[in-house]
C-alpha cells in the first residue's frame, strides 16, 4: 500500500520563522478613512515587525503596488470606498502576476453574506469586521504571511519552465488526507480561506446557511491503486461537477481531503437545489465520457446540515457532522443496507433542543466572548 504520511523537517520550520522575524512584513493598507490610516500605520508595528504603506483609494493602491520593489508581504482592504470598491480593487490584484498569492485581508464594516461571499470568491484570505482587534488582526496576517509563503515554495516565476512545471506539480507525491488545491474552478475555495469562510457566517449568526458533504466513493481504494496524478484528476472531475450541478443553489465548496467536497448554500430553497446523488453521478459518468477516461466513479452525497451556531466550534461541529453522514452513507452502500439516494432534510430541531443550544452559547459568550480558546483552532 502507497499510503504514507509526510513529515516536515520542525528544525527547518524555526529556522524559517526566525528569520522571517527578523525581516519587517511590508503591508499595504487601503482605506479612505484617514483615521483608520493612522491607526494602523502607528499601532501594527508596536505588535508586529512591519511598516505600513497607506493608500486612501484604490487607483492610489495600484500605484503603490505597481512602483513598489517586490510584492507587498500583506494587503488590508476596505472595501467601502469611493469609486472602485475593495472587492473590485481584490479582482484587479489577482490579475497581476507578481500578486496572485499576496495575502489580502478585507477590514471592512460590511457583514452582509452577499459581500463575504463575493470577497472569498475573488480571492480573499480573510475577512474581518469593523471595530476589530490588533491583536487578532496580527494573528491572522502571521498566519496569511506564513501559509502564502509556504504556497509560493511550490511553484516557479519563470515562465520558460511553466508548462513543465505544471505537470511536476500535478503528479507531485500528496498523501490521501491532503486537502489538494483545484484551479480554475469559480466557486471553490481553498482548505484554509473556506475555514474563515465559515467562521465569517457564524460571526455574523447567519443562521440559513447549510452544509452537504459529497465523497468520492471508494476514494482510498482508488488512490491506492493509481498514479498521483491519476487521483487528482479524478478530485478535479468530481470537484468540476459539483460546480456544474450546484450553480443553481448558489453553492461555495472546498475538497478536504480523503475524498471529501463540503458545499455551502444558503436557504431552504436554495438548499433543495443541490442535485442528487443519481444526477451527480451522472454528469460525473459525461464528464468521463467526454475525455475518453477509462475510469468507472461515483460519488456519494449526505443530507445538508445546519449552520446554526453562535460560535465557530458550533460551525465546525456542523462540518463535522455532515462529513460524518456521508461517511456513513459509504459504509452502508458497501454493506448493501440502503439503496435510495438522500434528499433535503426537512427535520428541524425540537424547540428545546434549540433554545437550550441558543442558551448555551449565549452564556459562552457572555462568560468568554469571541476570541477565546473555545473559538480558536
Known amino acids: 500500500m502507497r499510503h504514507s504520511t509526510f513529515v516536515s523537517d520542525r528544525f527547518q520550520k524555526k529556522l524559517e520563522l526566525r528569520a522571517q522575524r527578523k525581516t519587517a512584513l511590508a503591508v499595504l493598507a487601503v482605506d479612505d478613512d484617514p483615521d483608520i490610516l493612522k491607526l494602523l500605520q502607528s499601532a501594527l508595528p508596536e505588535l508586529e515587525n512591519c511598516k505600513v504603506v497607506a493608500a486612501s483609494s484604490a487607483d492610489e493602491a495600484l500605484r503603490q503596488i505597481e512602483a513598489a520593489e517586490s510584492p507587498f508581504d500583506c494587503l488590508l482592504v476596505d472595501i467601502q470606498m469611493p469609486g472602485t470598491s475593495g472587492i473590485e480593487l481584490l479582482s484587479q490584484i489577482r490579475n497581476l502576476p507578481d500578486n496572485l498569492e499576496t495575502p489580502v485581508i478585507m477590514l471592512t464594516a460590511l457583514d452582509d453574506r452577499q459581500n463575504i461571499e463575493r470577497a472569498f470568491l ?35 516565476s519563470s515562465a520558460s519552465i511553466e508548462s513543465l512545471r505544471s505537470e511536476l506539480d500535478f503528479n507531485q507525491k500528496f498523501s490521501f488526507e491532503d486537502p489538494l488545491s483545484i484551479d480554475e474552478q469559480e466557486q471553490c475555495l481553498r482548505y484554509v480561506e473556506f475555514d474563515n469562510y465559515v467562521e465569517q457566517l457564524s460571526r455574523g449568526r447567519r443562521f440559513d446557511s447549510w452544509v452537504t458533504a459529497i465523497k468520492f466513493r471508494d476514494a482510498e481504494y482508488h488512490f491506492d491503486l493509481r498514479e498521483f496524478g491519476d487521483f487528482r484528476r479524478a478530485v478535479s472531475d468530481i470537484g468540476f461537477c459539483i460546480q456544474k450541478t450546484t450553480q443553481a443553489a448558489g453553492g461555495i465548496y472546498s475538497y478536504r481531503g480523503s475524498g471529501i467536497f463540503l458545499v455551502i448554500t444558503h436557504g431552504r430553497e436554495r438548499t433543495q437545489n443541490i442535485p442528487t446523488e443519481a444526477f451527480l453521478n451522472q454528469e ?82 457572555e462568560m468568554y466572548g469571541d476570541d477565546t480558546y473555545l473559538t480558536r483552532r
Open 284 to 365: 460525473l459518468s459525461t464528464v468521463l465520457r467526454n475525455r475518453c477516461a477509462f475510469v468507472h466513479l461515483k460519488a456519494v452525497k449526505s443530507t445538508s446540515v445546519s449552520l446554526r451556531s453562535f460560535t465557530k466550534v458550533g460551525a465546525l461541529a456542523s462540518l463535522d457532522k455532515a462529513v460524518k453522514i456521508v461517511n456513513l452513507r459509504e459504509t452502508n452502500l458497501r454493506k448493501g443496507l440502503i439503496t435510495t439516494c438522500p434528499t433535503f432534510s426537512k427535520h428541524t430541531p425540537h424547540r428545546k433542543e434549540m433554545v437550550n443550544n441558543r442558551l448555551f452559547d449565549t452564556v459562552l459568550r
Open 122 to 156: 475573488e480571492g480573499a484570505f480573510d475577512y474581518i469586521t469593523k471595530p476589530f482587534d490588533f491583536f487578532e488582526l496580527r494573528s491572522r496576517m502571521n498566519a496569511a504571511h506564513l501559509l502564502m509563503m509556504e504556497r509560493k515554495k511550490t511553484q516557479s
